[in-house]
């Protein structure tokens, strides 16, 4: 609960700002030594450049891309976002880094807040492995070069079946319904009581509209693993 020199300004969420700052600290490295993008590089499309010359069913040639990717990373990162059903992403809100001179790329998690059905109650039963592996998606927010890197890795047999076998067990532990129900009824707790004077404060939405949203994230905890 945040207050300007006095004046009541309602409940605000802290964080980390995701930069090399924070790369330093979480993981004990200097920030000097990393790299950290946005969106494309030259780094990065040296990979992006063998991926595109070469056939990754090839055992050969996948081992040759996870020199290079951290892939047990960037299955959890495609796991989070598929299942949060994040609809501002790949093309937005995409954020990796390395250590050099050769360390593995790493995806950083954030942003989902399209996720978890804010927009429609009905987003549990999207079908988000399908949209992040079309190949002729829109300029926003699949397009083609968003999707590449996961399509083309889908094409090796390793890959696939560790990407299964990793979202089945995702979908067994921190996915499950009651878990995830636990945590949103946990959080909604925390701040229900100040709500009231947040809404008194900013206007725009009621209780009742507030109650709903939560609502829809439950329901969608509640119904998205069956349909994943």
């Known amino acids: ?22 790369i330093e600290y979480s993981n004990s490295i200097d920030k000097d030594s990393v790299e950290f993008f ?11 450049s063998f991926v595109e010359n070469n056939d990754l069913s090839l055992d050969a040639n996948y081992q040759e891309v996870i020199t290079q990717i951290d892939i047990e990373n960037f299955i959890d990162y495609m796991i989070a976002e598929l299942f949060f059903s994040n609809y501002d992403w790949p093309s937005n809100n995409l954020k ?13 998690l954030f942003d989902t807040d399209f996720g978890y059905g804010i927009w429609n109650a009905n987003n549990y039963s999207n079908n988000t492995l399908e ?9 926003w927010p699949n397009p083609p070069w968003s999707t590449f890197m996961f399509r083309k890795l ?12 990793t979202f089945a067990d995702e979908l067994n532990t921190r996915f499950l319904a009651q878990k995830v129900r636990a945590a949103i009824d946990a959080n909604e707790a925390i701040i229900a ?36």
Do not use: C
Request: no cysteine; charged share 25%; aromatic share 16%.
């Open 1 to 22: 609960i945040v207050y300007l020199n006095g004046e009541y300004w309602g409940i605000h969420t802290l964080r980390d700002r995701l930069d090399e700052h924070y």
């Open 38 to 48: 946005e969106w494309g590089n030259s780094d990065y499309g040296e990979i992006i």
């Open 96 to 108: 990796y880094w390395r250590e050099i001179p050769d360390g593995k790329w790493r995806w950083i």
């Open 131 to 139: 949209f992040a592996l079309n190949p002729n998606g829109p300029n």
């Open 154 to 165: 889908m094409e090796n047999e390793v890959f696939k079946k560790q990407f299964i076998n």
């Open 193 to 228: 009581n100040e709500m009231p004077n947040h809404i008194d404060k900013w206007g725009n939405t009621s209780m009742s509209a507030w109650r709903d949203k939560v609502n829809n994230m439950k329901n969608f905890a509640i119904q998205r693993s069956s349909n994943m």
